[in-house]
């Protein structure tokens, strides 16, 4: 039986570990061609390939800082000249630095805000003339709960940068939804990743922070993508759907 993703092509950024390697193992599984978009891991994005090609499918590793404009651009036309084209981009590729506003600014805050937003729009810039000109396309956004508002202390200005994201996604719904292609996001809560586990979180009290009393796996995320990327959702558009088995700590009831 085919998979929900056979004959499509698949690009994911920043996916040579945590989520992004989730994502991109789930779309190959389901059948896409996988490209496996890095910036300094070039072994790991390699190890993503491999097990990928392993499991009978196909992916090529690709290095890009989607941060810059140019490289953004060289990433989905490189992709496109292999490929033939892009139907499924995954904005995963994401920058987190703690900081309270007035003491984060300068080359961090710039280097969030270059990634996690400009690195955003540079792909879809470049990916959506080729999904406009076939009238098809799925775009899917890894962004954040801290964008919808969580009372995590030393987050705002990344929170600013997610916050940017989510309505960023609504915006690019509107305006490419005439053409075939939908836009969501999808909202993590606290992912056991190697990230977390560097940023000295307790496991167990992020856990008490959910519903479910548990912290999410990097596979639950690329679930959802999978759903969003998949024609299961084609009358799904401008959505953010929260990850986050339940998180119960935000900082009001307003929407």
């Given at each position: 039986m085919a998979g929900r993703l056979e004959g ?16 991109a193992l789930a779309l190959a599984k389901e ?225």
């Amino acid at each position: 039986m085919a998979g929900r993703l056979e004959g499509k092509v698949a690009l994911v950024t920043g996916a040579s570990r945590g989520i992004g390697r989730a994502i991109a193992l789930a779309l190959a599984k389901e059948g896409a061609v996988a490209v496996v978009n890095y910036v300094a891991r070039q072994a790991e994005a390699d190890r993503v390939v491999a097990e990928i090609q392993f499991g009978g499918g196909q992916a090529l590793a690709l290095r890009a800082d989607i941060g810059r404009e140019a490289e953004a651009r060289g990433l989905v036309e490189s992709a496109e000249r292999r490929f033939g084209r892009i139907d499924v981009l995954v904005n995963n590729a994401g920058v987190f630095r703690p900081g309270r506003v007035g003491a984060l600014g300068g080359k961090a805050l710039e280097q969030m805000m270059a990634v996690n937003v400009q690195g955003v729009l540079h792909c879809v810039e470049a990916a959506v003339p080729g999904m406009r000109a076939r009238r098809y396309g799925r775009i899917v956004t890894v962004s954040s709960i801290a964008g919808l508002g969580t009372a995590a202390v030393d987050t705002t200005p990344y929170a600013m940068t997610k916050a940017a994201v989510n309505v960023l996604t609504k915006r690019l719904a509107l305006e490419l939804g005439p053409h075939g292609i939908t836009v969501n996001a999808v909202c993590p809560g606290f992912i056991a990743t190697e990230m977390a586990a560097r940023s000295g979180a307790s496991m167990e009290a992020m856990a008490r922070k959910s519903m479910l009393g548990l912290v999410g796996a990097p596979e639950d995320v690329a679930h959802a993508v999978l759903y969003l990327a998949s024609d299961e959702a084609r009358f799904v558009t401008a959505q953010v759907l929260t990850v986050d088995g339940g998180r119960m700590d935000f900082l009001s009831h307003s929407g």
